[in-house]
């Protein structure tokens, strides 16, 4: 297993030297000058001249991507282009919010999501199975701003359950409309798996001996079922935090929330490659370390699945 | 006493601040914060006259190049900020030799401030820039609270360009202690002081307890205990947190809500018109804008009034030129395009395009200019010009005017400072070529004349006169497509009480006299 680790540790290196090197190409031939923008509409072409020159965008393209691994080594990734806070700050500050909401709506969408896939498969067929079903289609297609604004309407308007948008007092409230918007898809989709993956594993045979020696049908369902079926929903679970984690950008600019996701489209509009190439490397990372950890999880659910010189399930 | 202490003004903001140090905020949203963190030698009251700030009393000389400012006394740097950080100053009186170091500090080629050119006029600008010389020679502290500033020629707006924010008075040792994050921990004089920045999310601020501004009755300023500025960037949120009363004022209704606003609130929406001309400009060198006749009748072929009440709820003026009404020569009697799209194709005729014309017009990506842009492209139809659209962002769009290849392209312009040398000269003369302000490359020697002459002519009745004449010439040739003039809005609480408009837009504003009934 150490093994193992270990070699997909190493091979984060070569994925983010290429994800970084295709950033620099692209923002490099990306229109947009990031020091002619720091002046605003109007601007001295010294002033501009001075800028690049201070951002190193003046030097050729491949000393700016050694110098940037050069940072990695130090954790000295630079400043932001436009507002001066050192990058590592600059994500640093927006991480918690970010994190705390992508738990937030994970969460809601594994508790909502593998109880309604379990229901609708137990009853399969049903009304409730089609009801759950429908629901579950309606949330994987419904637009995430569209029912953010909705469930502002109802919940911060009409009802005045919710005090409002942004962090407020920061207090957990704040979460509850921006979860339920962010958990919605993830919901509907590991509602859709576990049923699909509930309904494979019932009709295998080792349930129907479970049964036959007796065991309760809950423990037949939870302990036997469900966990079998649980591989791809883990799957989803891992990869859609890691996008969470990497900024929902149109969640936290709709309920106004200073995350990650915000940061970066800004980034990106105002050119600030300082942040983008920062962030970049952040998701990469996240991307990773999140793929190795659900992939490490599989045995707890199949203990047919061992790591050791390769994966193999035996 | 009438008016109440305590309250915090809570705004709405629409994009996070950039940096809140003085010589690099030279964005609207970081400019708003700076204003309140603090002063300048001057500053410009609601009708847009110059009146005093930290200089008492001000004297030019005859030959305009000497300027002197007798500064007010007691006036003291903050002395703390954020969470009972001590600042490096103290809180100590500010004097003569505290702005002798800000003017160096913003010319200083290692502070690369994005505004220092603004101050090209004052002697020695080029050689402490350049570094030959290590002192700024035209600016002298005469005395502890006597300040003079030499320029190397008359530079008429001068006294007014300096209310802009970059020129404040900053404490050298916490600027110098704090280095390049001297953004994130500001130290000024303003009547609220630095307490809290979260990143795209608020910025917070105190009561400056030892503010030098007293109310007509002598109490102290100002009333509110703070102020919050809360990014948020949906204008539909903005609204929604103002009607659930989380927010004292915000500054942009957008259309759909307008009426209900106006309903709503009639007493406390207030609008008036803005220093500032929405434009299309067009490149003058570039095909077929190099005729003056095409020109004309693109100006010819659009229905302003008809764009301003159908899509912008008539909260705009139409823009018969280039100077917005409300500033100095502002001409009302000039004689601008009607709306007249067979006048147009006569034009376009005489111009050896009878069968109309193929044009594409650029712009920013957002809905108010899609919007109007949609418009006008249907307009154009009668006139017989066909319009293409292409939007992008704006950092694209500046790229593609610079390289030439956007030769039709929107564009906007705020004054930075209220006079129209910001306007006439900035935006259309030849000597400002590209990213100095005139993207259109327009060049006319008599328009040259009069807009450089007038910068330094010092009777304002002349200036007016040459500024009056000028704008007839632009118009005449037409390099933009006048559209119109900005409003500037604030929408408040009805409980707000004292808050004043300023005539160059709302990123102005200032609120050491504002307070909350309630």
């Known amino acids: ?314 | 006493m009438k008016n109440k202490y305590g309250g915090t003004y809570r705004m709405a903001i629409i994009q996070s601040p950039l940096s809140l140090d003085p010589a690099h905020a030279a964005d609207t949203s970081s400019s708003r914060i700076v204003y309140q963190l603090f002063e300048t030698l001057v500053d410009v009251d609601s009708d847009g006259e110059v009146i005093s700030n930290l200089a008492k009393e001000w004297d030019i000389s005859d030959n305009g190049l000497v300027y002197t400012f007798k500064l007010r006394q007691g006036v003291k740097f903050h002395s703390a900020i954020g969470e009972g950080i001590i600042t490096e100053n103290g809180g100590r009186e500010v004097t003569a030799k505290d702005w002798v170091w800000t003017f160096k500090h913003i010319i200083d080629p290692d502070t690369n401030s994005e505004r220092a050119y603004f101050l090209d006029m004052i002697k020695g600008y080029a050689d402490y820039r350049e570094g030959e010389t290590e002192a700024l020679e035209g600016v002298v502290a005469k005395d502890e609270y006597t300040l003079e500033i030499v320029l190397d020629h008359p530079f008429a707006p001068f006294i007014t360009m300096l209310a802009y924010n970059t020129f404040s008075v900053i404490p050298r040792e916490d600027v110098e202690m704090w280095g390049q994050d001297f953004g994130f921990n500001p130290v000024g004089t303003g009547p609220f002081r630095f307490s809290e920045w979260i990143q795209d999310d608020r910025v917070v601020l105190t009561r400056n307890e030892d503010y030098w501004r007293k109310d007509e009755e002598g109490n102290s300023l100002p009333y509110l205990n703070g102020m919050e500025f809360r990014t948020i960037n949906d204008l539909t949120m903005q609204w929604t947190e103002f009607g659930l009363g989380n927010l004292e004022a915000i500054e942009s209704v957008d259309d759909p809500y307008y009426h209900e606003a106006l309903e709503k609130y009639p007493d406390s929406f207030l609008r008036k018109p803005q220093m500032g001309t929405y434009f299309y400009g067009m490149n003058v060198t570039a095909k077929p804008f190099d005729n003056k006749k095409v020109r004309q009748a693109i100006n010819y072929a659009i229905d302003r009034q008809g764009i301003i009440d159908r899509l912008r709820n008539g909260r705009a003026t139409p823009a018969k030129g280039v100077l917005p009404p409300g500033m100095f020569g502002y001409n009302p009697d000039l004689e601008g395009y009607t709306y007249d799209p067979q006048k147009a194709r006569k034009l376009l005729a005489e111009a050896g395009y009878p069968d109309g014309i193929e044009i594409t017009l650029q712009y920013n990506t957002d809905d108010i200019h899609k919007r109007i842009a949609e418009a006008f492209q249907q307009q154009m139809k009668d006139a017989g010009i066909e319009v293409k659209l292409r939007h992008m962002d704006g950092a694209a769009l500046f790229e593609a005017m610079g390289k030439g290849e956007a030769t039709f392209f929107r564009l906007g312009w705020v004054v930075d400072y209220p006079d129209p040398d910001n306007f006439l000269h900035v935006l259309l003369n030849s000597a400002n070529f590209g990213p100095l302000g005139n993207f259109t490359l327009y060049k006319n020697d008599e328009f040259d004349r009069l807009t450089n002459e007038a910068r330094v002519e010092s009777d304002p009745e002349e200036r007016r006169k040459m500024y009056q004449e000028a704008e007839k010439i632009v118009v005449e040739e037409a390099p933009w497509l006048f559209v119109y003039h900005y409003t500037t809005e604030q929408l408040l609480q009805p409980y707000v009480k004292d808050y004043s408009l300023p005539p160059f837009g709302e990123h102005n504003a200032i609120f050491y006299s504002v307070w909350l009934d309630k």
């Open chain 1, 1 to 314: 297993m150490t093994n193992y680790v270990f070699r997909r540790l190493l091979a984060v290196i070569p994925v983010i030297v290429g994800v970084i090197a295709v950033v620099f190409i692209l923002t490099s031939i990306v229109p947009g000058d990031p020091a002619r923008l720091m002046v605003g509409q109007r601007g001295d072409p010294a002033t501009i001249q001075k800028l690049r020159e201070d951002l190193g965008l003046n030097r050729p393209l491949w000393q700016q991507f050694i110098d940037f691994f050069k940072g990695v080594v130090t954790l000295d990734l630079g400043r932001s282009y436009r507002t001066r806070m050192p990058v590592i700050q600059a994500i640093a500050e927006r991480l918690p919010i970010t994190a705390r909401l992508a738990l937030a709506s994970m969460a809601l969408a594994v508790t909502s999501g593998v109880t309604l896939g379990m229901v609708a498969a137990l009853k399969q067929n049903s009304m409730l199975d089609y009801g759950s079903m429908i629901a579950a289609l309606i949330g994987i297609s419904a637009p995430s701003f569209w029912v953010g604004i909705m469930l502002v309407v109802l919940f911060c308007v009409q009802l005045r359950w919710i005090p409002g948008t942004g962090t407020g007092d920061g207090s957990w409230i704040y979460l509850v409309l921006p979860a339920l918007t962010l958990g919605m898809r993830p919901a509907a989709l590991i509602a859709r798996l576990t049923r699909s993956g509930m309904l494979e594993v019932l009709g295998q045979d080792y349930i129907r001996t479970a049964r036959s020696k007796g065991l309760t049908e809950k423990a037949v369902i939870i302990g036997h079922a469900l966990k079998n079926a649980m591989i791809p929903v883990i799957t989803v679970v891992g990869t859609g935090m890691a996008e969470m984690l990497g900024g929902a950008i149109v969640v936290e600019k709709l309920f106004s929330l200073p995350g990650v996701g915000r940061l970066g489209i800004e980034a990106i509009l105002n050119r600030d490659f300082a942040i983008i190439r920062g962030q970049v490397l952040f998701m990469a990372l996240i991307f990773v370390v999140t793929n190795l950890l659900v992939d490490l999880s599989y045995p707890l659910f199949d203990p047919r699945i061992k790591y050791g010189r390769t994966w193999r399930r035996e």
